[in-house]
């Protein structure tokens, strides 16, 4: 029988699963989806004080819609031989889904590093939350005033003094200055410190040193800077972008018998961008991708990956979130109002489980439709 293997157990993994058992309807086609995690794990909730709330058993999406999972970790994609090397075992596939996602890169030679904290992964929010469970008043320093370090920073400002490092000489560098204001505004209603132009050179035991000298007092250093897509990238194609990914077309092939999606796929936003590595995008690149990889072999017709409307939408604590439109990311919510729009998005992001029906249902609708959402010439241009 024939095929299709999908590599990761995230967004764009278990999107991509629904995606090909919807193309597979009643025809005979084996999918298998090999990671080595048993949950998804819903990464852009892991800021919240309870990392572990932000998950979803993989068997409960898996299993109602006749998709196997092969837990194990891919460490060579053969593709001339049409082979995946999993924890050791070879398995053979007609149309392979790379899906394996992202990871935070560390810095190496920085002395101190293994007491880096991060909220990249579940162990890494689980180690952050159990080493500032029982203290008091709490001293964090978050480097990197991007999306995560924002998010992180903010978070923890419900815990005591943050001071928020960047090497960047405005905060919320890569949102551009679009939302700039109502940043800087939050971060001074929750008193978090700023330290710009500015990096960490040094970790201890309860201090981080500043690349200008000064030492500071730290409980925890939290890490957010440089998020890179899986090394399994390099098997795909010698040609990556600057995050890693693999270049793919407007059907998401990398090359003929191999698609990818979410985090690993550098796919056409429009004319001028990339998609993101983000949820946001990662889901609806892999319903397409698992789609088209299943209706390939079943000789059935391939969909176009047509890219949603492009927002944001920052959690900022205590003092609420913001949520912007377009990739100039003009505010459009703010306060009480944003903290609304992330709460449904954060409900919005957890798949249907049990219910084979709810699950291909809501892959056949493959971008999100809430009413903050809007279709519109602002935010959707057309891919050339
Ligand atoms: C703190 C934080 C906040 C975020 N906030 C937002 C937000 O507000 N909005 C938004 O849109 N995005 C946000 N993101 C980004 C978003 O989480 C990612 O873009 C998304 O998770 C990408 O999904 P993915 O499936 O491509 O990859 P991942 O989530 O990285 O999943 C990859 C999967 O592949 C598996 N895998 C990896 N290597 C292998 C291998 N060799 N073999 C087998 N399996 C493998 C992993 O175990 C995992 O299951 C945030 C991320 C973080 C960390």
Redesign the pocket.
């Known amino acids: 029988m024939a095929h299709v293997v999908i ?7 278990v999107w991509s699963a629904a995606g090909a058992a919807l193309a597979r309807g009643d025809a005979d086609l084996r999918v298998t989806l ?4 048993e949950h998804l ?1 819903l ?2 909730r ?2 919240e004080p309870e990392p572990d709330r932000a998950t979803v058993e993989l068997r409960r999406i898996l299993g109602p819609i006749g998709v196997e999972h092969l837990r ?4 060579t994609i053969d593709t001339g031989r049409r082979v995946v090397v ?1 924890d050791g075992r070879e398995v053979g596939y007609d149309r392979l889904v790379l ?5 935070l890169v560390r810095p190496r030679d920085l002395p101190g590093a293994e007491r880096l904290f991060d ?2 992964t579940l162990d890494g929010a689980r180690r952050l939350t159990d080493h500032l469970r029982d203290r008091e008043d709490c001293t964090t320093v978050v480097v990197g005033a991007g ?2 370090g924002l ?1 992180a920073a903010t978070a923890l400002a419900a815990r005591g003094r943050v001071l928020l490092v960047d090497r960047a000489d405005t905060v919320a560098e890569p949102l551009g200055p679009g939302p700039r204001a109502e940043i800087e505004a939050a971060l001074d209603e929750l008193g978090v410190a700023r330290r710009l132009g500015t990096t960490v050179t040094e970790v201890g035991d309860g201090y981080a040193v500043l690349s200008d000298g000064t030492r500071v007092e730290a409980d925890a250093v939290v890490w957010s800077v440089g998020m890179r897509a ?1 090394e ?1 990238t390099r098997q795909i194609s010698a040609e990556l972008d600057h995050l890693g990914r693999v270049p793919v077309d407007r059907r998401l092939r990398a090359l003929p018998e191999v698609f990818a ?4 796929a550098a796919a056409a936003f429009d004319a001028d961008h990339t998609v993101m ?4 995008h ?1 889901v609806p690149l ?1 319903k397409v991708a698992g789609y088209n990889a299943a209706a390939d072999l079943l000789g059935r017709p391939l969909r176009d990956f047509t890219p949603g409307p492009y927002v944001t ?1 920052l959690d900022l604590g205590g003092a609420g979130a913001i949520f912007t439109r377009g990739w100039g990311r003009r505010v459009m919510a703010s306060g009480a109002d944003g903290a609304a729009i992330k709460q449904r998005i954060n409900q919005a992001i957890h798949p249907p489980v049990d219910d084979a029906a709810e699950i291909l249902a809501a892959a056949d609708h493959v971008y999100l439709d809430l009413p903050f959402f809007p279709r519109d010439e602002e935010t959707t241009a057309p891919v050339a």
Do not use: H, K, M, W
Request: aromatic fraction near 6%; charged fraction near 10%; include cysteine.
């Open positions: 590599i990761g157990g995230g967004f764009a993994g090999v990671a080595p995690n794990v990464r852009p892991l800021y194990a970790s891919v460490s999993a899906a394996a996602g992202s990871a909220i990249d999306f995560v998010e899986s399994l999606a979410g985090d690993t590595q983000a949820c946001q990662a892999g939408c």
